[in-house]
Nanobody, 114 residues
């Protein structure tokens, strides 16, 4: 049973930064392409970024140049460094295997507001 636990969210002013963390257990983390997704109020789940085992990254156009995805395979952790945050980045953020999803974790709330 794969478990995903996201953390690091919070309230930040526009232009601020946050670093999200995702701890994965119950799987061989290192062999999977992992991704970050988000769900804004009243909207569907949206792809944010992905990172393959070989280091290939992919970003949504809305976050490219501001967000950086990374991973620590030894710790089975996925990270998302978010800089220059905008109000439209407000959402619950989730990590998961890219496309072929496991069960979702509880997510971590990010609120960008002055």
């Amino acid at each position: 049973q794969v478990q995903l636990v996201e953390s690091g969210g919070g309230l930040v002013q526009p232009g601020g930064s946050l670093r999200l963390s995702c701890a994965a257990s119950g799987t061989i983390f290192s062999i999977n392409t992992m991704g970050w997704y988000r769900r804004a109020p009243g909207k569907g789940r949206e792809f944010v970024a992905s990172l393959s085992p070989g280091g290939i990254t992919n970003y949504a156009d809305s976050v490219r140049g501001r967000f950086t995805i990374s991973r620590d395979n030894a710790k089975s952790r996925l990270y998302l460094q978010m800089n220059d945050l905008k109000p439209e980045d407000t959402a619950v953020y989730y990590c998961n295997r890219h496309i072929s999803f496991w069960a979702w974790g509880q997510g971590t709330q990010v609120t960008v507001s002055s």
